[in-house]
């Protein structure tokens, strides 16, 4: 059989209800056991010391020698008791000597001063005593000192007395208790219906209806949960906003090389001339470069949401190796354009937590971005060092630059800079910030020459404290 551990919020106000009152009751029953032993002590100790005094009143001294003189009957009165077996009891004379009595019963470890009692207990014959001993002077003539009167009974009646007295004690507390458990369990099943209509609510509630949840009307404990499910609905509304706007822009720009390489293709078929069917043949291939870039660049997208990162693994990654091995890789499509690409960086290595895929395409789309956008002959450089316990990789180009109105809106998704020759479909630099956010980290667009607001420098700015 499995058992699931219960996450009921009105089990556990009942389980820690019940860890409060079980020790307070336990605390209970001691305190009403020690309470209902030093009553019951008290009683029958006040009948013990009137039974010493009597028995003490039967001493006397005859010719200098103590005697006691009782009759059988009230021997009997004496050592029989009708809550108890049997009362035992001792006298010794000024010497110590046993006149009457048990001479095995033990005395208190200190004696009490002339003309004083002392209560304590003993054992004799295997069961628990309570006994008194009295020290009293003897007055007859002619003698001389005081003797020692000793009565003890057993605990069975004192041990009974104390358990009545718990048992009336102990009942009503049980019965307090229960009592407790059930109205505070009914309490806490009222307290819970909010929660019970707030599910209700939820549940009644269609898929597209984004309206906040009604905070005011909610118990005071609720509204912070409420008001939290209002942040996460706005949200859970921007985001599938976002994702809606983004799936129409990806359809569309998918939908215009799709239907240029469709155009193509009819007018490679209607021609009969060589040289106008291999211009179409490389109108086609040219579509078809853009269209695989735009389907890369959508997949880059995917994997560095956060959907996407949650499957991917962070490692140790060296930032400068990484560096060096990517931008070698764009050497030649730099020369081709007659680029000069190169790399500035003094450290020989710079460990991050991050993930290796998806730094390599922040980094591709950063260097693919620089040489696309800008002219022949311009300079390109991928830069690497720390300020400040941070980690700063940048891409910078001495070229025309990007107006400050628009250093912003390149971040946007499908977003492109008007009047640029250069084919793409304005996800680059989006990929790079999503890529940057997934590694708490920050990106920074400048221009690489303030004062004549030319070029363009992105920095990635990364925290090594995350190393």
């Not at 019951?40 to 010391?49: E, I």
């Not at 069961?127 to 005081?146: E, I």
């Not at 983004?246 to 060589?274: M, V, W, Y």
């Amino acid at each position: 059989m499995i058992h699931i551990k219960s996450n009921s919020i009105r089990q556990k106000l009942l389980n820690w209800l019940l860890i409060l009152l079980i020790p307070t009751l336990f605390l209970g029953t001691i305190s009403a056991y020690y309470l209902a032993s030093y009553f019951a002590n008290l009683a029958y100790d006040s009948g013990l010391f009137r039974s010493v005094l009597a028995l003490a009143d039967e001493v006397e001294v005859k010719s200098g020698v103590m005697v006691v003189d009782l009759p059988d009957s009230a021997l009997n009165l004496l050592e029989y008791d009708i809550d108890d077996d049997y009362r035992h009891y001792l006298i010794l004379d000024p010497n110590h000597n046993v006149i009457l009595g048990e001479e095995q019963l033990a005395l208190p470890k200190v004696l009490p001063a002339e003309g004083k009692s002392t209560f304590y207990d003993s054992e004799f014959e295997n069961k628990k005593l309570r006994m008194v001993a009295l020290n009293f002077p003897l007055t007859d003539v002619g003698a001389k000192g005081s003797a020692i009167v000793v009565i003890g009974e057993s605990t069975i009646k004192r041990d009974k007395m104390a358990g009545e007295i718990v048992a009336i004690m102990l009942v009503p507390q049980i019965i307090l208790v229960i009592l407790i458990i059930i109205l505070v369990n009914i309490g806490i099943q009222r307290g819970l219906i909010s929660l019970d209509r707030l599910r209700a609510l939820i549940l009644r509630r269609l898929p597209t209806d984004t309206r906040p949840l009604e905070e005011l009307d909610a118990p005071e404990e609720l509204q912070p949960l409420l008001h939290a499910m209002n942040e996460l609905i706005v949200k859970e509304k921007s985001a599938v906003n976002e994702r809606r706007h983004f799936l129409a822009n990806a359809a569309h720009q998918l939908k215009t090389p799709l239907a240029g390489l469709k155009i193509q293709a009819e007018a490679a078929l209607r021609e009969s001339d060589l040289a106008s069917i291999q211009h179409a043949l490389k109108q086609i291939s040219a579509g078809s470069d853009n269209l695989g870039r735009l389907a890369n660049q959508l997949l880059s997208l995917a994997r560095a949401e956060p959907e996407g990162v949650a499957a991917q693994t962070f490692v140790s990654v060296d930032l400068v190796k990484l560096m060096n091995e990517v931008t070698s890789a764009w050497v030649p499509k730099a020369l081709d354009k007659n680029i000069d690409l190169g790399v500035e960086c003094e450290l020989k290595e710079l460990y991050i937590s991050a993930n290796n895929i998806l730094l390599q395409e922040l980094l591709n789309n950063l260097i693919d971005n620089a040489i696309r956008y800008n002219q022949a002959g311009a300079k390109v450089t991928v830069g690497l060092d720390t300020i400040n316990h941070e980690a700063v990789l940048s891409v910078q180009d001495n070229g025309l630059g990007i107006a400050f109105l628009e250093q912003q809106k390149v971040f946007e998704r499908f977003y492109r800079v008007l009047g640029t020759a250069e084919s793409g479909c304005g996800l680059g630099l989006a990929i790079v910030q999503e890529i940057a956010h997934q590694h708490q980290a920050r990106v920074l667009l400048e221009y690489s020459d303030m004062k004549k607001q030319t070029g363009t420098t992105v920095k990635v700015i990364f925290r090594l404290n995350e190393v």
